[in-house]
């Protein structure tokens, strides 16, 4: 009975003290809540920054490589800016003339391409006149929309709306390497200043917090750039062998497009179809491109991102979708890259901050049980 | 090497990491790390967790389950089994020792409680960073367990009769 009684105890005790740390946790969501509505409205800034931690990160082993032949943190994130600063001198000087010919190619041809698009949609218009109405007057609206008088292509952007538009990324281009740097040289600095902040007992967990992330991120940033380049080289493939022009091109946009889950593959699908449709003016070959990509994204879900990324970065598809839509509403494109993994390390984190709490409270309710014999040696492994 | 280039060490030691190079000395004397080479060591001390701890911070509890190892750089930690009548230390352990060690091998708890008895700067390694190192680093895992075994078989040696009273292995 008294053993009863003194395990009511214990529990009791427990959830007296649950309650009490209710406050702190409602707390805790509250501040979430409006760190993320902060978040939300500078939200330029914040990319800018979540830019800068990835390709801190990205370098962060190559700094590593400089440390490990005994160099200084400091001079050795001089040393990698310098090299960073030689590359882009000698690309410029290399491939820019080459890449900037491109460019102005497809630029020159741009009116020729709209012109073939608007062709071959009114063909399509005109072919299913008679027996689907319904896709004739949306295909009729969209040449309407985007081809019109008043139509997307025609608006001609004025010198203050450019200026306006180029102003972030001019400002991404000076503070993006600046938050690099400083991420780079101050990192280990910032490390040791939180873990000296952090409370003996809670050290342990805080490390555990730490190296979940550092693995799980480190394991989807490797796992995506490999995916995408896979994605890249079997689109292309594809595309090369159904007869489909700029394969290529279109290839290296599917890789990229593809660090976007679920929405990347339909971009590159439904460009890779509007050029099948300019090139055939007809539907066969789209639906071919529909089936390749299929079959593509097929073989990345069951084959490739369980190797690649594998089980550590997975939530479940409900979650991930609400994840990217949520996340696109509040921080648009780059939330859409960067909301797995962060929405991922929270649940980890989660996970492991609640099986601390549980273990303390295991613990404060077990102390006064342990009893052990006692080792007579004063060196023992513990 | 590039650190052993004696011009290296006449012209450039403003570029050279001499506290990291001291930690790694400290490391190579202890028998945890001992034999291990210096590149795979350096590697180590740049991945792995570092925190200081004032005189007296307790560092863990005896019966916390142990998810880390700790090396100690700098100052001295006492190692202090708890009992009813009184608190017995057990050791006081100096830079280049180590504790916690079993926490690599299992989930395990803390035989005894760790204190720092001066200001003290320890490693951590996790258990999760050393499962890594044996998935993808098995030369430093190898020598890390190979020290590890040489430690508890020469614990067992020490301890034969009292091992044969108790029949419990460490």
Same mark, same amino acid.
């Given at each position: ?292 990509? =299929?079959?593509? #994204? ?65 613990? #404060? ?18 | ?88 230390? =057990? ?60 430690? =508890? ?18």
């Amino acid at each position: 009975m008294t053993d009863e009684r003194h395990k009511n105890g214990t529990s009791l005790t427990d959830s007296r003290k649950l309650r009490n740390q209710m406050p702190r946790w409602v707390l805790i969501l509250l501040a979430l809540g409006v760190a993320a509505v902060i978040a939300s409205r500078i939200t330029q800034l914040l990319m800018m920054m979540i830019a800068a931690v990835v390709i801190a990160y990205i370098f962060s082993s190559v700094i590593k490589a400089f440390e490990r032949l005994g160099i200084k943190r400091s001079v050795a994130v001089i040393l990698l800016f310098v090299l960073a600063g030689v590359f882009v001198i000698a690309a410029d000087l290399i491939f820019i003339p080459d890449l900037k010919q491109e460019v102005m190619n497809v630029y020159a041809k741009c009116p020729e391409f709209s012109h073939q698009i608007k062709d071959a949609l009114l063909l399509i218009a005109q072919d299913s006149a008679g027996r689907y109405p319904f896709i004739e007057s949306s295909i009729m609206n969209l040449v309407d929309n985007v081809f019109g008088p008043s139509g997307f292509l025609e608006r001609t952007p004025n010198a203050s709306k450019i200026l306006k538009q180029a102003t972030p990324f001019i400002m991404a281009f000076i503070l993006v390497p600046f938050f690099v740097f400083f991420l780079l040289k101050d990192w280990p600095g910032v490390k040791k200043r939180v873990m000296a902040w952090v409370p003996p007992s809670y050290v342990e967990t805080t490390i555990s917090v730490i190296e979940e992330i550092n693995i799980l991120v480190g394991k989807y940033l490797r796992g995506l750039a490999v995916d995408c380049f896979v994605i890249g080289v079997l689109a292309s493939a594809g595309l090369w062998l159904i007869g489909i022009n700029y394969h290529i091109s279109l290839g290296i946009l599917s890789g990229v497009a593809n660090i976007v889950p679920y929405f990347g593959p339909i971009v590159g699908c439904t460009v890779s179809s509007l050029v099948a449709l300019m090139q055939y003016r007809s539907f066969d070959p789209v639906w071919n491109v529909v089936v390749l990509y =299929l079959v593509i #994204k097929l073989m990345d879900d069951l084959i490739m991102q369980p190797l690649l990324i594998g089980k550590g970065v997975h939530l479940h598809p409900m979650l991930l979708v609400i994840t990217l839509i949520v996340v696109e509403n509040l921080f648009g494109i780059m939330g859409m890259i960067l909301g797995v993994p962060v929405v991922t390390a929270a649940q980890k984190t989660a996970a492991i901050l609640l099986e601390h709490h549980r273990e303390t409270l295991r613990r #404060k309710s077990k102390v006064s049980l342990i009893e052990r014999p006692l080792v007579k040696s004063p060196v023992r492994p513990i | 090497m590039f650190l052993d280039n004696k011009i290296v060490r006449r012209y450039f030691t403003w570029a050279l990491d001499t506290t990291r190079e001291s930690h790694l000395a400290t490391l190579s004397d202890g028998p945890l790390f001992k034999g291990m080479d210096k590149k795979l060591l350096r590697k180590l001390v740049i991945d792995l967790i570092e925190k200081k701890y004032s005189a007296g911070d307790i560092i863990f509890h005896e019966g916390e389950s142990g998810k880390a190892v700790y090396v100690v750089l700098e100052g001295s930690v006492k190692i202090i089994k708890e009992s009813n009548l009184e608190n017995k230390i =057990l050791s006081v352990l100096g830079p280049g020792s180590h504790f916690g060690e079993l926490a690599l091998i299992g989930h395990t708890s803390r035989f005894a409680t760790a204190v720092a008895d001066k200001d003290s700067l320890l490693l951590i390694m996790y258990k999760s960073y050393f499962d890594d190192l044996i998935r993808y680093n098995s030369a430093t895992s190898a020598r890390i367990l190979l020290n590890l075994a040489e430690i =508890l078989s020469d614990y067992i040696h020490r301890n034969q009769p009292e091992c044969n009273d108790e029949k419990v292995l460490p």
